[in-house]
């Protein structure tokens, strides 16, 4: 069984008298250990399908399992659970409590999921060693530059061992050069194992991943695998 | 997630804004002192009053006093023999309930008082028995009471209260030493007295400190003739220290053979008490120890109701409903300000989630349930007031010096642990009720929507 099970799933939104459907009858599968991207245009229904991946939402029509739990029919508790315990975000603004310092923004998750002080600690500095941080623990946000910053927010989304880790366009205010590295580091952990869903859309940065998904107008409009083809694919956007 | 995290990451937040958390605090500051410091008045205020209370006896005291008969009796009225020395034995045999019996015979207030050229006319000359002392709660400075054999005896002795001393032998000698006229004799009616003691000098707390006021701070000099320029003051219940300070006491025995033979009948005394008075065990018990005093007493009278009880419980239930209409009105008018204090925190807090609409969104994205983000706000809300009622108590302790400066010379006010441990709890209270409305907005927000606030 896939670890992202999306059978038929809508979402549509009320507006006044119209229905807007954001995402279409979309069916999807995202298998353990997958290193994955999103990519379309702005408006395509990307971000409401991350939304709906990230258990921020629940679809309107459809079904949505995540490691086995069904997600449509789960109560705003059970979902902040399934959120703080199997996935990790990743925002384009970072998204750091500007008034923690860097192991405490780190140690938030771990505290909302009753981690005792002691390991919460541990395995803050832990997570720190392996985004190279570990001598900025005391500093805040605002003291470290933009790649920085998003690298305390890979830490933040690693440290519950989720089982997916979700990238909102996590290069988008970055420069070109401090991007790659980010990139690269998406690509170390996909490469330990950790199963990622990068959401963005430039085609470019969707180039590191296997597997693209293109969305448009609510529906996946291509679905390119490497893997399956065997050779570099270019992606006419 | 435990709640001393919640606290922490509230105190976290409180510390990062530290001058606009003072100035939220400073509504609950100002409104907990305003209600500790009036609550301290009126317990000065009560304490003056239930001061004169105590000063003459007390809600124990009791007053067994002569009445008419009542209508359906009024034919027997030549049989009533009024209160006398058989209702004390009877009472001191039988009132199990009654700890103190204390009879009195008085000279009306015709009576003068002289030495040399001065005269006064005291409010009390009473003959009485040596636990008069104890009834109506003198304290005798020098000298000593008369005693029983002086009653035996019906010895010319008498113990006067100071302002007696005052008036006939004035307060100071020449140089400043006050006089203490033990073994000086006085003129009561046409019999000479010895004073053999005199009480201390009775005084309200607030007249007190008037006089110590007045002493440090003296008036300038009347101008035109000297004068003495009256009573008036005091405070309430003044008049109560003053009837004590103006008092004569001498045995029982002599009062009733030197001034009642005369108006008595076939050259037998006067056998009439003029006051009777009792003191119960305690005031709680009242309603029984009257009945019995009450039972005994109709037994002695042959049925005949010719006495009735006086007790100060309608002064005690005024000065209960005075304080209590004092103290609520002061109450509400500090808790308004209290209210303010909570709707300023109620403010401050909606501004500051609606400042931190991402940090909401990014907390519930990572895993912050809505209850988490509920106690989150309630939590920081609680904590300003319960930090603004300390800070409140603290400051309350210095309005109390400052008022005690500004009136100087009235009852001073006291605070009480009842009054810093409601004003606390209202604070922490107007805390968590300003704090429920924000709270509850931030919960709910939609955390897709709060990740794409700007």
Redesign the interface.
């Known amino acids: 069984m896939a670890l992202v099970e999306l059978k038929n799933v809508s979402k549509i939104y009320q507006v006044g008298d119209e229905e807007i459907r954001a995402l279409d009858n979309i069916t999807l599968d995202i298998e353990s250990g997958e290193f994955i991207s999103i990519i379309g245009p702005s408006g395509s229904g990307k971000s409401t399908l991350m939304h709906l991946l990230g258990c921020l939402d629940t679809p309107t029509h459809g079904t949505l399992t995540l490691d086995g739990i069904q997600i449509q029919n789960a109560s705003p508790m059970q979902l902040a659970a399934i959120r703080n315990r199997k996935i990790g975000f990743v925002f384009q603004s970072f998204n750091l409590l500007p008034k923690l310092n860097v192991a405490q923004n780190i140690e938030v998750p771990m505290i909302y999921a009753g981690v005792p002080a002691r390991e919460r600690h541990e395995r803050v500095m832990e997570a720190l060693k392996r985004v190279n941080l570990e001598n900025r623990a005391r500093h805040r946000p605002m003291q470290l530059s933009g790649g920085q910053q998003q690298r305390v927010a890979i830490a933040r989304a690693l440290i519950n061992n989720p089982r997916i880790v979700f990238a909102d366009e996590p290069t988008g205010n970055l420069d070109t050069h401090t991007g790659e590295t980010i990139l690269s580091l998406f690509r170390e952990l996909s490469q330990h194992g950790h199963t990622i869903v990068l959401v963005t859309h430039n085609p470019e940065i969707a180039a590191v991943t296997p597997r693209k998904i293109e969305i448009r107008d609510g529906k996946i409009s291509l679905t390119l695998d490497e893997r399956l083809s065997g050779k570099n694919l270019h992606i006419q956007s | ?2 709640i001393w ?1 919640v606290i922490l990451i509230g105190l ?2 409180i510390s ?1 804004h530290k001058f606009r958390s003072f100035l939220t605090m400073l509504g609950i500051i100002l409104g907990v002192a305003s209600l500790v410091g009036m609550s301290a008045l009126v317990q000065g205020m009560e304490n003056g009053m239930r001061e004169a209370m105590e000063a003459i006896g007390g809600i124990e005291k009791v007053s067994v006093i002569q009445q008419d008969l009542p209508p359906s009796q009024s034919h027997l009225s030549d049989q009533v023999v009024g209160i006398t020395m058989d209702d004390v034995e009877a009472l001191k045999q039988n009132a199990t309930l009654t700890k103190l019996i204390t009879p009195e015979m008085n000279l009306g207030r015709g009576s003068v008082v002289t030495r040399g050229n001065n005269m006064m006319r005291p409010f009390i000359i009473s003959g009485t028995w040596p636990n008069a002392l104890e009834m109506n709660s003198h304290v005798i400075e020098h000298g000593r009471m008369f005693n029983e054999i002086d009653d035996d005896l019906a010895r010319n002795v008498c113990v006067i209260g100071t302002e007696v001393r005052d008036e006939l032998f004035g307060e100071r000698d020449a140089s400043g030493k006050e006089i203490i006229p033990l073994g000086e004799q006085i003129n009561i009616n046409g019999e000479l007295f010895t004073i053999i003691g005199m009480f201390q000098r009775y005084e309200s707390e607030k007249q007190k400190k008037q006089r110590e006021y007045e002493a440090a701070n003296p008036t300038p000099e009347r101008s035109g003739p000297q004068r003495r320029t009256g009573w008036g003051g005091g405070g309430p219940g003044g008049w109560a220290f003053r009837l004590k300070n103006t008092t004569i006491y001498m045995p029982l025995n002599t009062m009733w053979l030197k001034f009642k033979t005369a108006s008595g009948t076939n050259s037998v005394p006067e056998r009439t008490l003029d006051t009777l008075n009792i003191r119960i065990s305690s005031a709680e018990e009242m309603d029984e120890a009257l009945q019995q005093a009450r039972n005994i007493l109709m037994q002695t009278h042959f049925s005949l109701e010719d006495f009735d009880f006086r007790t100060q419980e309608n002064w005690d239930a005024n000065i209960s409903a005075q304080i209590r209409n004092y103290r609520l009105s002061g109450g509400i008018i500090a808790a308004i300000s209290l209210i303010v204090g909570g709707i300023g925190i109620m403010n401050i807090m909606f501004a500051s989630i609606t400042e931190r609409i ?2 909401i ?12 983000i509920f106690i989150q706000i309630l939590v920081e809300s609680i904590v300003v007031a319960f930090i603004g009622g300390i800070l409140g108590i603290l400051v309350s302790f210095g309005l109390i010096e400052i008022l005690k400066i500004a009136i100087p010379n009235d009852n001073e006010p006291v605070i009480t642990f009842g009054a810093l441990s409601f004003a606390f709890t209202i604070s922490v209270l107007v805390g968590l009720f300003a704090g429920l409305l924000p709270a509850f907005k931030a919960a709910k927000l939609d ?2 929507e709060a ?1 794409r606030y700007e």
């Open positions: 997630m435990n995290t976290k937040e990062s991402r940090e969104g990014v907390r519930k994205a990572i895993g912050a349930t809505t209850y988490a955390p897709i990740l």
